[in-house]
């Protein structure tokens, strides 16, 4: 134990550190006594003997918990400035505003005692070399962070406490506010009101994310910061995914829907990252809360919609190219979803197992049309009227959302009237004489004019840029003939898609034991199945290929007939090439060389060629060339070094 004083010359000719904290904002805010306090502790410091030029204050700390030394520069120069040996003592009005955590208080001390720095606080002065005053200022920081333990402990079991019985305040989202006595209610600007409306509906008649933000285009959507007040800005992609997933729209209350984790990034420092839990997992849920824009059922039904638009799991959404099944369609022999692709304009189905090398003999590409046409008469086969009466409420709903388009755009002209007239009264109500007051007033005024006059040009676009809907009698009479709805030019691609969505499942590809049919398996959304056998299309090639009996009648003949006899023949037994014209001596000569067929005289009695071998036993050509090597058939080279056995 030191029997001398604590401060030496040592220390006094080093600078003495005042360092400043308080944990939150509110606290710099309101307790300013004790901010006050701990600024006067550079007076200790002078008591004690440092010069008025070695005493520095640390203040950038304020406003930040203690917790731990992430985010606190304060605190890391404190350390690092101690590490340099710089530093004769640290002033704080108690250890836990230096830390709270164990851990980072224990560094700065060992520091402090490897460099001889003091550490002084309201209790009085430590010498870190000193044991006794080590093992006090661990238990003060021992106690310190036992404290903050306690306190946050408590204060998040009364949180938890109170989110159980829903009575928890949080944030809420733009279309809902909180009234006087703290319930949750929806917000009483009906401008709001019409815009939320508009979104969800929007996302029925769409079906997607991307089909809500194409439907808002040219209108604005409220947005509500952090308790903040409703801001109006376009409507993005990614606000559509927060909107249908937050369960506030449907009257719920939810706590526990994110949850936070901290990693250890590569260079050592914390980083602290969001991430949305599974429902099941949420730790309060409780439906018919407060109102909602939609009932709890339809969110769950939005949320399965969103669900099968993932492009990498489920049924992608529905787009623009006219393959009809695209993105429901799966092949039977692997099992994987099919792409689509377009050759010159032309749709055809992949599997796509083989860009993987993964496809099995059943996995196949064809022409999209081989499977459309098939699905599409056996879905306009399956419509009845119960369908044609969702046709016309479809149509209702068009005229639905062009009037609330149109009444929203009437609600932004209202709003920027009352602010121009607000701003108007501002100006009137200013004295003249202030020029300083009512140029401002003037400058507000002329920009609230300028939205009115944007205002009243969008609602101008809204009721004529869109034609009239036909009368209610045209559509009926349109819907009764469901098969010309489907084949009419208004009818775009993507509304065929959804029809077809709205009864099919999904649609498989089986192979058939018959090379040209295909078997087109379609699973309703009732659960019932139904299977289509379909003629595949003839490829090119196989269609411009010489018929087998001409060629097996050349391969008979031409041995011992001259191509030009032989064309003669042919031309007169009625046989064509593969392109549908008469034979001549130059189709004769390509066929002879194609099918291995030799010319006059080449061939001695009962001599043949290698590929008549293999057509006769059924083999293939190499199998009888390898029994030729082999010595098991005899043979001979031509001119044209082929083999005649």
């Not at 003949?557 to 006899?565: I, S, V």
Request: aromatic content about 6%; proline content about 4%; some cysteine.
């Amino acid at each position: 134990m030191r029997g001398h004083v604590k401060v030496t010359p040592s220390h006094l000719r080093r600078v003495a550190l005042v360092y400043v904290r308080q944990s939150t904002i509110a606290q710099v805010r309101n307790n300013t006594e004790s901010t006050a306090r701990q600024y006067a502790l550079a007076e200790e410091a002078a008591r004690l003997g440092w010069a008025a030029t070695a005493v520095e204050v640390i203040d950038a700390d304020l406003g930040l918990s203690g917790r731990s030394m992430e985010g606190r520069s304060g605190f890391k120069e404190v350390v690092g400035r101690v590490c340099l040996g710089e530093v004769g003592a640290i002033f704080g009005l108690e250890v836990s505003r230096l830390a709270r955590s164990s851990a980072d208080l224990s560094k700065l001390l060992e520091l402090a005692r490897l460099t001889d720095t003091l550490v002084v606080d309201a209790d009085g002065i430590y010498d870190l070399s000193d044991y006794n005053d080590r093992l006090l200022l661990g238990l003060k920081n021992t106690m310190s962070e036992a404290e903050l333990h306690i306190l946050a402990g408590r204060m998040d079991q009364a949180k938890r406490a109170a989110a159980a019985r829903g009575d928890l305040r949080q944030a809420l989202p733009a279309g809902y506010v909180h009234d006087d006595e703290g319930a949750v209610v929806v917000d009483p600007d009906c401008e709001v009101q019409a815009a939320v409306a508009d979104f969800f509906a929007a996302f029925v008649a769409t079906g997607s994310a991307y089909g809500v933000v194409r439907a808002f285009v040219g209108r604005r959507f409220p947005r509500r910061p952090h308790w903040g007040p409703v801001e109006w800005a376009p409507l993005t992609y990614d606000r559509t995914l927060k909107v249908l997933a937050n369960p506030t729209y449907a009257g719920a209350y939810a706590f526990g829907r994110h949850r936070s984790r901290r990693a250890v990034a590569p260079d050592g420092s914390l980083s602290t990252r969001t991430m949305c839990v599974p429902r099941a997992e949420w730790e309060t849920l409780v439906v018919d809360h407060h109102p909602g824009y939609i009932t709890w059922e339809e969110f769950c039904l939005n949320e399965a919609r969103l669900a099968a638009n993932n492009t990498n799991s489920g049924a992608r959404p529905p787009r623009e190219g006219s393959a009809l099944c695209q993105g429901i369609i799966h092949c039977g022999g692997c099992g994987r979803p099919m792409n689509v692709h377009y050759l010159r304009g032309r749709p055809f189905y992949d599997c796509t197992s083989r860009s993987d090398a993964l496809d099995t003999p059943e996995c196949c590409s064809l022409s999209a049309v081989t499977v459309d046409e098939p699905v599409a008469r056996c879905l306009l086969a399956a419509l009845s009227g119960e369908e044609v009466a969702l046709a016309l409420a479809a149509a209702d709903e068009v005229a639905d959302r062009r009037a609330r388009s149109t009444r929203a755009a009437e609600l932004a002209v209202e709003r920027a009237r009352y602010q121009a007239e607000r701003a108007e009264r501002s100006l009137v109500a200013c004295e003249p004489e202030n020029r300083l007051v009512a140029r401002t007033f003037e400058a507000r005024l002329e920009a609230r004019l300028t939205e009115v006059v944007e205002a009243e040009a969008e609602l101008a676009a809204a009721t004529s840029a869109k034609a009239p809907l036909p009368p209610r009698a045209e559509l009926e009479a349109a819907v009764a003939d469901i098969d010309q709805l489907w084949a009419a030019p208004t009818t775009t691609d993507r509304d065929r898609k959804r029809l077809l969505r709205t009864l099919v499942a999904d649609v498989t590809l089986l192979a058939d034991a018959d090379p040209a049919k295909l078997r087109i398996g379609v699973r309703w959304h009732s659960g019932a199945t139904e299977e289509i056998v379909a003629e595949r299309l003839t490829q090119l090639c196989e269609a411009r290929r010489t018929a087998p009996a001409t060629v097996e009648l050349v391969r008979h003949l031409g041995p011992t007939t001259e191509n030009a006899d032989l064309a003669k023949m042919l031309n007169a037994a009625g046989h064509v090439t593969g392109t549908g014209r008469a034979f001549d001596t130059d189709a004769v000569r390509g066929l002879r060389r194609s099918r291995g067929i030799p010319k006059v005289g080449l061939l001695a009695p009962g001599e043949a060629t290698v590929a008549d071998v293999s057509a006769r036993l059924g083999v293939a050509r190499s199998t009888v060339i390898a029994c030729i090597d082999e010595g098991l058939l005899c043979a001979r080279r031509d001119a044209t070094d082929r083999y005649l056995v």
